[in-house]
């Protein structure tokens, strides 16, 4: 009776340990196929457009391809207009934008779909030779038409104001434009085609006045504050800081493979909640205002 007893349980016991076995060996296939699942998402993504929304963009691709190896991602500037032309005549994935589609000539916006990444605020900065660090929004404006060209006429050192612009067709140069000028003309004056060479001149170029997105904005130039609202986060958030724009990414209809995922990306915790405020960008999530196509802002409902 023992010896029965001893051999059901030593054979109990081995048919258990041939459960938890197979267990196991289920636990590691399923462990390898999850792992293999997130790098089987595939394809070649271009993005061109905004040099605002650039810094962001190619920082979350890198990420992204950490754990999507066979995602091709290509990021590159050329400015809004040039972003929107492209990814209509799909010659591009995505086209990167500052200005929403209906407010550029020759796009069809009934064709793309937008995604909103994120806000970028924009602000007039100075060389930091000319002694100011504060404007009113009509002081900025006549400065941009040409109608005030010395910095002592503001409070500043006795110099000749030389206005850099962006070149037509950069988004940020509409949304400057379209909260500081409101519909009147700028003064001929050289253009750039980016911030990141905009900043390097008015840092090296006495006094120069432009104006750059809040992530290219360094010690090396005096940021100006506009009717004593500091160009900050906070500010641009509250809508308090008039002079901001959506950071758009458009596809030319619905999204999908390899472009839908890195969007999706682009919309999560991982870029909105650190990436974003890291890089000198806010998080479309924070805005208390919003903005439509016509500039119109509203509360955020």
């Not at 636990?27 to 271009?46: E, L, P, Q, V, W």
């Not at 995602?71 to 200005?99: E, R």
């Not at 009509?138 to 206005?163: H, P, R």
Request: charged share 25%; aromatic share 6%.
């Amino acid at each position: 009776m023992k010896k029965k007893t001893i051999i059901s349980l030593v054979l109990g016991f081995a048919a258990l340990m041939l459960v938890l076995t197979g267990c196991g060996n289920g636990n590691s296939k399923t462990s390898a196929t999850s792992k293999s699942d997130s790098n089987t998402t595939s394809g070649k993504i271009t993005a061109v457009g905004s040099t605002a929304l650039q810094p962001l963009v190619e920082k979350a691709a890198a990420n992204f391809q950490k754990s999507n190896s066979k995602v091709d991602i290509t990021v590159q500037g050329g400015g809004s207009g040039t972003g929107l032309s492209q990814v209509q005549d799909k010659s591009v994935t995505i086209g990167n934008s500052d200005i929403f589609a209906e407010e550029k000539d020759g796009i069809d916006a009934k064709k793309l779909v937008d995604h909103k990444v994120a806000v970028v605020g924009m602000a007039p900065v100075v060389n930091k030779d000319a002694n100011v660090k504060s404007l009113t929004m009509d002081q900025v404006k006549q400065i941009f038409t040409g109608k005030i060209t010395n910095w002592k006429e503001v409070g500043g050192k006795d110099e000749k104001i030389t206005v850099v612009n962006r070149a037509k067709g950069s988004g940020t140069r509409a949304t400057f434009e379209a909260a500081v000028l409101k519909g009147a003309e700028a003064v001929k004056s050289q253009e750039q085609d980016s911030n990141g060479t905009v900043q390097k001149i008015v840092e090296s170029t006495p006094g120069a006045i432009s104006y750059l997105a809040f992530s290219y904005i360094t010690d090396k130039v005096q940021s100006i504050s506009i009717d004593k609202v500091q160009p900050t986060d906070e500010n641009v958030e509250s809508g308090k800081w008039k002079i901001w724009s959506y950071e758009h990414m458009y596809t030319n209809g619905k999204a999908e493979g390899a472009t839908a995922k890195f969007l999706d990306y682009m919309n999560s915790k991982d870029v909105q909640s650190s990436l974003v405020k890291d890089m000198g960008y806010i998080s479309i999530h924070n805005m208390k205002v919003q903005k439509d196509s016509k500039g119109t802002v509203s509360d955020v409902k």
